[in-house]
């Protein structure tokens, strides 16, 4: 019997309500309708309400942050995020509302943490530079619907006040492959930063392993105050090819229009990104890796801003995790804080500039509550960047992060070793 197929139930069983409901938690366990790979392993609190299915995972970090350089910073911060799902059968489909909520406007003050060469987003109204801005107090509130339309074929619907078009990978606080990296990606404003939209519409069509969908959304970036929920018009729009040829692999392809969607920089973006993502089961762990390709097209200066992103995490013998990311990124926003210092730039070099990220850690998993996977773990990232920005953040800027981690323990799911109604109908 192939690997990953020996908890599968018999493909012509009949399903209870309880099982078709837990597939549609399994399939969406990510933002919006982005999916990891279905042997990717979760931690999740599952219960039952009635009819009805409840999840609750979440995740949180207290971190120390120190960098070097002239622009390196150092704070003591704690990113979080927290979901839960309720799930039931309707009218022969399923309906899924998701709620994610994080901290972070309180865990981290003056409306950012430091990170080198990150930028995207204003703080006091100032463009944000070598820092991570918080994510909004509401991450998600969405309403979902799923309905066999014929053999094989599913429609799914999703509506969010707060959500997630389908636009780009599965966003990085909840990416399998990331999720001991406490820190955002440099390219987060040129793959995923749409995780977080207003007045999201989206339709999809599943069939087997194919699975497209088209979005409709506000585009503007989160404002500043993180507490309240954003409006806007539908002015932008995505679409994306989603493949899931076999439990352990993901892949996707996209393209966005984003109205005017940073306050401090004037025009639209054109979008465009591709990943796959990869995760191997393993005896007493799995391993899990992602390839990310991004490109902002900004119509206001017509200019092209490229992203490669490859990260991985390996956890084996239970409790221990090794991480590595590599990024080469554009940045066309770097010193925008200090005029002076960008005109003289653009007069003289131009305007972007490439960026490498070597980031590599370690996470142990440590028992202090029974009801929480903790860890303790760090990494440390070095950049390697042109000549002509290193009389401002030094030859070898260098970042160390110490954290520990506590993720919600309920039991650990994956696809493989639960019943999945949507798979089989899609005969993936």
Do not use: C
Not at 49 to 54: E, H, N, S, V, Y
């Amino acid at each position: 019997m192939p690997p990953g197929h020996q908890h599968m139930p018999d493909m012509n069983a009949p399903m209870n309500t309880e099982q078709h409901a837990m597939d549609a938690a399994e399939i969406h366990q990510a933002s919006g309708t982005g999916v990891n790979p279905r042997s990717a392993p979760m931690e999740m609190i599952h219960k039952r309400a009635g009819d009805w299915t409840l999840m609750f995972h979440g995740i949180g970090f207290l971190a120390d942050i120190q960098q070097t350089g002239p622009r390196g910073r150092d704070k003591l911060v704690a990113p979080n995020w927290f979901m839960g799902t309720a799930e039931h059968t309707l009218s022969g489909g399923t309906v899924e509302f998701r709620s994610m909520i994080s901290l972070d406007p309180a865990t981290i003050t003056k409306r950012r943490y430091p990170l080198l060469f990150q930028t995207g987003e204003t703080a006091y109204g100032k463009p944000v530079v070598d820092g991570q801005h918080p994510h909004d107090f509401l991450m998600e509130l969405s309403a979902q619907y799923s309905h066999p339309i014929a053999e094989s074929t599913s429609l799914l619907l999703y509506f969010a006040p707060v959500g997630d078009p389908a636009l780009g990978p599965v966003a990085f606080p909840h990416r399998v492959s990331a999720m001991e990296i406490p820190q955002a990606t440099l390219a987060h404003h040129l793959q995923d930063s749409t995780h977080i939209a207003n007045e999201v519409f989206t339709a999809g069509l599943l069939r087997h392993m194919f699975r497209i969908e088209a979005s409709g959304f506000h585009g503007a970036e989160p404002n500043e105050n993180r507490w309240n929920i954003d409006y806007g018009t539908i002015d932008s729009w995505s679409a994306r090819l989603t493949l899931t040829p076999g439990a352990n692999w993901t892949a996707q392809a996209s393209l966005g229009r984003l109205a005017h969607p940073e306050a401090a920089e004037p025009g639209d973006i054109v979008r465009a990104t591709a990943s796959v993502t990869y995760n191997r089961p393993l005896a007493a762990g799995n391993w899990a890796t992602s390839l990310v390709w991004g490109r902002n097209h900004k119509t206001a200066e017509q200019r092209n801003l490229n992203s490669f992103l490859a990260e991985s995490v390996l956890r084996f013998r239970h409790k221990n995790y090794v991480t590595g990311r590599v990024e080469l990124v554009d940045k066309d926003e770097l010193l925008n804080d200090r005029p002076e210092i960008r005109q003289h730039l653009d007069a003289t070099i131009g305007s972007v500039f490439r960026i490498t990220a070597y980031t590599a850690g370690y996470t142990r998993d440590i028992g202090l509550v029974s009801w929480l996977e903790t860890g303790l773990g760090a990494n440390f990232t070095f950049y390697a960047i042109p000549s002509a920005i290193q009389p401002y953040y030094g030859s070898h800027p260098v970042g160390f992060v110490v954290f520990l981690r506590a993720r919600l323990k309920g039991g650990e799911h994956t696809m493989q070793n639960m019943p999945n109604m949507q798979h089989m109908h899609h005969g993936s």
